[in-house]
């Protein structure tokens, strides 16, 4: 008797079940799909505006979004893709902090047949099949645009050697390797362009600031230009020149990356001469892409950002359309 009770009881909650289930299928067609992101981090206005643009349009898409803030550390963002592989989510994305030490998680998430997109940031393996695609920019070309600007400007002073310092980002992230060998294959055909000092400053306005306290201290007045591969940075150092007594983008010209706000103002302030853009608007384009590769249709390897250069001169007309 019990038993025939239980047996009774369970196929009815099995019609139940399956009655709920039929129900939300036709309800919405689509089930959600679910996406494991991990983030660098929230080192730079770049990065705000980078994770404002993937929320927001995975909200606009119906994505179910689980995501992770690494906190600038590899092994957060290894620890946040296991866990990604261990809830079964149907994509994975994410911005590598620096280029290696990616196979082995990697593998993982293939054999778990869960697809990997990389956005942002490149990773250096040898087997290409452990991502399908990566949607970024080109961050050689972005340094080589920087290099051009300097080689345009020093133009006007054909006779004088023009030292460089420069700020990298963050070691062994793709666009710190990437920027710093594109400005140096350009500015390599003016003997006159000599970097006399490079160091991180870790992508942040606090490292920036530091980093170039520590050149003015050692080379001072001899500096006359500052790259730096990102705008947060150029933003800290511009601090540290006006703090020793010199004129930001007058004693010292000044090249940054990204294009971000606060580049437009210090540019209109007269302390920036150059941005070159670095667009951090991933989002709309990430989760079209996830659809595409959940549903099998194939996709380029690579989708590379369209950007610009912004000299000071166009701050002011440029300032009201920018979006980040
Ligand atoms: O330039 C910088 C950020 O990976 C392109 O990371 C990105 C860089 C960006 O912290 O501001």
Redesign the pocket.
């Known amino acids: 008797m019990t038993l025939t009770r239980r047996t009774l009881l369970a196929s009815a909650m099995l019609l139940a079940f399956s009655a709920t289930t039929f129900a939300t299928s036709s309800a919405f067609a689509a089930k959600p799909l679910v996406m494991g992101f991990s983030q660098?981090?929230a080192?730079?206005?770049?990065?705000t505006a980078?994770t404002v643009s993937i929320k927001d349009a995975a909200k606009k898409d119906g994505v179910t979004l689980k995501f992770a803030d690494a906190q600038q550390k590899q092994e957060n963002q290894v620890k946040a893709l296991r866990s990604f592989i261990a809830q079964k989510v149907d994509v994975i994305a994410f911005?590598p902090v620096v280029e290696s030490g990616w196979d082995t998680v990697l593998r993982e998430a293939k054999a778990a047949k869960i697809p990997v997109i990389l956005t942002?940031?490149a990773v250096n393996v040898a087997d290409k099949s452990l991502y399908v695609t990566f949607i970024?920019?080109d961050?050689v070309e972005e340094g080589r645009r920087a290099g051009q600007w300097l080689l345009e400007h020093a133009k006007k002073t054909p006779d004088a050697t023009l030292n460089i310092v420069e700020l990298q980002?963050?070691v062994g992230?793709?666009?710190a390797i990437d920027r710093k060998e594109g400005f140096q294959e350009v500015i390599g055909k003016n003997p006159k362009l000599k970097i006399i000092r490079s160091q991180t400053g870790d992508?942040?306005r606090a490292k920036g600031k530091e980093v170039m306290e520590a050149f003015l201290k050692a080379e001072g007045k001899k500096i006359n230009v500052l790259y730096a591969?990102?705008?947060?940075m150029a933003i800290g150092a511009i601090q540290a020149i006006e703090e020793a007594g010199m004129k930001p983008g007058k004693d010292i010209i000044i090249i940054s990356?990204?294009g971000?706000k606060g580049a437009f103002e210090a540019m209109i302030a007269g302390k920036l001469n150059v941005t070159v853009e670095?667009s951090?608007l991933l989002g709309p384009q990430l989760m079209s892409i996830a659809r595409d590769v959940v549903a099998g249709k194939p996709v380029p390897a690579r989708i590379t950002t369209v950007e610009g250069v912004f000299p000071a001169e166009v701050a002011a007309k440029e300032f009201p359309n920018r979006k980040y």
Do not use: K, M, Q, Y
């Open positions: 660098v981090g080192e730079s206005e770049w990065r980078n911005s942002d940031r970024g920019s961050f980002g963050t992230s793709a666009p992508f942040t591969h990102n705008d947060d990356i990204d971000v670095c951090p």
